[in-house]
């Protein structure tokens, strides 16, 4: 039999592509400025590291600057407004999700995005009856990389640390895993910095994309001894 009871999720940059309403976002913002439009490439990579993140890279300012605590509660206002416009699951997570739930594998998500966006998403998603386990921020002490969000949703879908996969695009994530005892898949579809080494997250598996994903997670539940790093 499998090793594995449960799968639990990041949500922006693993299970769900944000960047195009949090592209509005910031651009609404620098327009209301005069400013010209954010560039792609360099606030895409900014996505997973959370609203303070984006918006210190959209107005070129440090993220202890004091500045930041009004333009961070103007963008969370903008995005409440128009978080899921654009945002979309990425291709082949869905029938991955349905995959999981034919084979009736416990699956949550544990996420550092607020409890008001990330309930709200979900449910119009139509994944809030699906999800055993959704985990934010205001509903620990800590948040990832410190391993408590992990282990209180890995109870809430009864699926033991050893027994529970944890997927991710960043290296919080896959320190969180690491520590909650969980075995980690880092997802390089995600929004990865051009910093970022992922080969030095150290986790179990890495995915350059979903259908690695897909692939990977059939493997582990079919033959745990068939996939290697």
């Known amino acids: 039999m499998p090793g594995y009871r449960g799968v639990l999720f990041d949500l922006d940059g693993t299970l ?66 128009h978080m899921m416009v654009e945002s979309r699951l990425f291709d082949g997570i869905a029938p991955l999700l349905d995959w999981l739930d034919a084979q009736n594998i416990n699956w949550g998500i544990v996420t550092n995005k607020p409890e008001r966006f990330s309930r709200a998403i979900i449910r119009q998603l139509g994944l809030h009856e699906r999800c055993a386990s959704l985990i934010c921020p205001e509903q620990v002490g800590k948040r990832k990389p410190d391993p408590e969000s992990l282990l209180l949703a890995g109870d809430e879908i009864g699926s033991a640390p050893h027994e529970t996969l944890y997927i991710g695009d960043h290296q919080r994530d896959i320190e969180a895993g690491r520590r909650a005892g969980m075995i980690t898949i880092g997802c390089l579809y995600g929004y990865i910095h051009d910093r970022d080494d992922p080969d030095l997250w150290h986790s179990d598996h890495l995915v350059r994309n979903t259908r690695e994903l897909d692939t990977l997670l059939k493997c582990l539940y079919g033959n745990t001894e068939s996939v290697a790093h």
């Open 16 to 81: 769900l592509d944000t960047a195009l309403d949090f592209y509005w976002v910031a651009d609404r913002m620098r327009e209301t400025r005069g400013l010209a439009p954010v560039d792609r490439i360099g606030f895409r990579q900014c996505v997973s590291e959370g609203a303070r993140a984006m918006v210190g890279n959209a107005f070129a300012l440090p993220l202890d600057a004091p500045e930041i605590p009004a333009l961070l509660e103007e963008f969370l206002d903008l995005y409440g407004r």
